[in-house]
């Protein structure tokens, strides 16, 4: 959710936190601070609401070459956006960033007894918590990890202090943290991103352990003082992949580059000779693979409705199988039942989002196989499930999920041929669907070519709407509901989606002119079902727009007609006209495309 950063070295700190939060901005956009020290224990603290830039105009005014500080970028769970509810929090000689809830905060306050609090973070109690152990007699990392003892919740902090102008000392429990080591230098980073172009060597924190960092060593151990041996790990370090290159917003570039991204997902894995998928990293024995009888994709937001179409693809390949895609924020509380045989599919792009790993820690504490899809290498989902697929989508930036999805699916596809081949299923019947996402990439490519600029003038005349209705039958129904996602969270128009067979089961009431309707018409045997749909919207004065691969003419106010060589997987090539049109229209209605409001990448916490 919120990201941090941390510098100790020879450079200027300020240059750096704020390069890092700029590229963290993305996980949280309401506030942002920076406090840095001198070798002298003097601290300069700056604070801003907004984006990264006003604290970026702030820091210009009163520059220092301080070599060692933290920053934060906030999306808030307690306390509105403002100046004194931003990161850092001091108390006493304490200054503290946090990401993550401290859900005991209100009993620990009571606790603390005579301490007068400016905000009404639960991070500024964890601050002087810390800051109330920290006697005399003790060095920071001892009052950290005292006070993190007392505490419920979940944290990826970063602390510096007046008596100590030299050391960062870090912790982690449920929220990300790594440290990137340079020559003389130690960086600290909530996503690896921010660490590119400083270094490609870096730990990654586990639940439970914390580290004491200087300019060039790091400290590793648990919280109770038990040395922790240290894993120094390669990460990427391509900074081209985390730029614009050209294009206004991420969001764009993200979609214009899904022909490339999911060339990447797919390469290696399909093996065209035998019309064959082969994922390595499963962990699965192929006698593993024939006995699955359930599969339970987990996901939230855009990866639970990548997972929901791969679902209908599954069920449609393997045929003897249940699947069943639960939303990880219910499914964590739910009495569920796992029978024998199941394994159990982790959708995340970002691999940090807090309710997929509770749901992944509780199905592998179940004794079930959990197998991670999983775009964000490194991250914690991924480090923790049984086996998995890396999406292989590259960093995606913008808030609005839209590279990931067509690689979640894609690669849920693979497996689903995978357990097919391994149960005997005819090779008649995979291969159609190993053909099929080899000329995805090349499909999509075509159509964001062809359809772009017919989009974005289309895009104009709907963004005067306040609803719409998306509707899509079998595999059109999850691209249908993705579509109402990107369109609701970028525009701010609201929309639903619905499976088009449940029209006049309640929705219909809802069609008057303040709607538009998105109807997804997929050449298949279900068109016919489908253009009885649009007929009954068209009979209450529906505005529809047909995306379609059909060349049936259809009676609606627009419609947007690409010719694919794609058969069962059309709708996902449709799927990317639902992008360009959420971009498009969010873009005439002057909205903040790659950081739309309320919003945050990487949902850490609960
Ligand atoms: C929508 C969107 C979100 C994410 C959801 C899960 O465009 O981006 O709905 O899909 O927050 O995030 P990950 O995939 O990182 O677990």
């Known amino acids: 959710m919120c990201g941090i950063v941390g510098y100790v070295g020879d450079r200027e700190a300020n240059n750096i936190l704020l390069s890092g939060l700029k590229r963290l901005e993305y996980r949280g956009y309401d506030s942002s601070g920076i406090a840095t020290l001198n070798n002298r224990g003097e601290v300069s603290l700056a604070r801003k609401k907004g984006k990264v830039s006003e604290l970026e105009d702030e820091l210009s ?7 060692i500080g933290i920053g934060h970028t906030r999306w808030a769970t307690h306390g509105e956006p403002s100046e004194h509810n931003a990161h850092p929090h001091r108390s006493g000689d304490v200054y503290l960033v946090h990401n993550g809830i401290i859900e005991n905060y209100k009993e620990l306050k009571e606790e603390l007894e005579g301490h007068k609090f400016i905000s009404q973070t639960d991070t500024e109690v964890l601050a002087a918590l810390i800051d109330s152990l920290y006697t005399n007699d003790i060095i920071l990392k001892d009052a950290v990890a005292q006070a993190l003892k007392l505490v419920t919740g979940t944290y990826g902090i970063a602390v510096v202090s007046k008596r100590e102008p030299d050391t960062i000392v870090v912790a982690r429990s449920g929220s990300p943290l790594i440290i990137g080591l340079g020559k003389g230098e130690t960086f600290i980073a909530s996503d690896a991103t921010a660490l590119i172009g400083h270094t490609d060597q870096a730990i990654y924190l586990n639940d439970g352990e914390m580290a004491v960092c200087t300019a060039g060593a790091v400290d590793l151990m648990t919280l109770s003082a038990q040395p922790v041996s240290t894993k120094v790990e390669t990460i990427a370090n391509d900074i081209q992949k985390i730029q614009k290159n050209g294009y206004d917003h991420f969001l764009i570039k993200e979609i214009m580059e899904q022909p490339t991204s999911l060339r990447s997902t797919l390469s290696g894995r399909l093996i065209l000779g035998e019309n064959r998928v082969q994922l390595g990293g499963l962990n699965l024995s192929l006698a593993e693979l024939k006995d699955i009888e359930n599969i339970v994709i987990v996901g939230c937001g855009t990866a639970y409705y990548a997972g929901l179409l791969a679902s209908y693809y599954i069920e449609k390949i393997v045929g003897n199988i249940t699947v069943d895609v639960v939303v990880a924020s219910e499914f964590r509380y739910r009495s569920f039942y796992l029978p024998k045989n199941t394994v159990a599919l982790i959708v995340s792009q970002s691999g940090e989002t ?3 790993l509770a749901c992944m820690r509780e199905i592998k504490s179940r004794g079930m196989k959990t197998l991670g899809i999983i775009n964000a290498v490194g991250s914690t989902i991924a480090r923790e499930v049984d086996g998995g697929v890396y999406v292989h989508a590259g ?10 999805f067509t690689s979640q699916a894609s690669v849920m596809i693979m497996f689903g041929i995978q ?8 090779l008649e019947k995979t291969s159609e669907y190993v053909k099929e996402l080899n000329i995805l990439p090349k499909e999509i490519e075509t159509v964001l070519k062809n359809h772009r600029n017919e989009i974005e003038e289309l895009s104009k005349k709907y963004s005067k709407y306040d609803h719409a209705l998306f509707l899509g039958r079998d595999t059109s129904f999850p691209v249908a509901l993705e579509g109402a996602l990107k369109l609701k969270e970028i525009s701010y128009i609201h929309a639903e989606a619905y499976a088009t067979g449940e029209l006049k089961h309640g929705p219909i009431a809802l069609i008057d002119n303040r709607f538009f309707e998105i109807m997804i018409m997929n050449d298949d045997w279900l068109i016919d079902k489908s253009s009885s749909g649009l007929s009954e ?3 209450r004065g529906g505005h529809v727009i047909v995306l379609t691969n059909s060349s049936k003419k259809f009676e609606c106010e627009t419609t947007v007609r690409i010719k694919t060589k794609n058969k069962l997987l059309a709708p996902i090539v449709l799927n990317v006209l639902q992008q360009l049109f959420a971009y498009y229209v969010s873009l005439a209605k002057g909205n903040e495309v790659d950081q739309p409001r309320n919003l945050a990448k990487s949902v850490t916490v609960e």
């Open 419 to 426: 357990v097919a081949q391994a149960k005997g299923v005819s």
């Open 537 to 539: 919207v068209n009979a």
């Open 354 to 356: 807090a309710d997929t």
């Open 61 to 67: 005014k009163n520059k220092n070459s301080n070599k």
């Open 395 to 404: 960093p995606e930036i913008s808030v609005a999920s839209t590279k990931a």
